[in-house]
Nanobody, 126 residues
Framework: QVQLVESGGGLVQAGGSLRLSCTLS????????MGWFRQAPGKERGFVTT????????YYADSVKGRFTISRDSAKNTVYLHMNSLKPEDTAVYYC???????????????????WGQGTQVTVSS
């Protein structure tokens, strides 16, 4: 069974840093992307970042550019989200996602991802 297992959420003060990780178990495709979405209370789920596991191309939402960095370990089917200069508005449940239908023009659409993690809470206090 294909699963995405996330870890690394928690509570941090504004300006601090956190690292999330996500591992895809038993991948059924060879050329795919993994990324992160987030959902704050009362808001819709939104795109954060995605990386091509084969080519390393990375895409970011404007709200996190320059503060968040996504990286990958393709041999381990794992991605990492390095979050720096965290702000209270980054508070959300962060979901890892994976899929092989993602293209540069569709990275922000959750509908293009086939597998989702259970979510991990990130809370940034002011």
């Amino acid at each position: 069974q294909v699963q995405l297992v996330e870890s690394g959420g928690g509570l941090v003060q504004a300006g601090g840093s956190l690292r999330l990780s996500c591992t895809l178990s038993r991948p059924t495709f060879s050329n795919y992307a993994m990324g992160w979405f987030r959902q704050a209370p009362g808001k819709e789920r939104g795109f954060v970042t995605t990386i091509s596991m084969s080519f390393g191309s990375a895409y970011y939402a404007d709200s996190v550019k320059g503060r968040f960095t996504i990286s990958r370990d393709s041999a381990k089917n794992t991605v990492y989200l390095h979050m720096n200069s965290l702000k209270p508005e980054d508070t959300a449940v962060y979901y890892c996602a994976a899929g092989d239908r993602v293209t540069p023009s569709t990275v922000t659409s959750g509908d293009e991802y086939d597998y989702w993690g259970q979510g991990t809470q990130v809370t940034v206090s002011s």
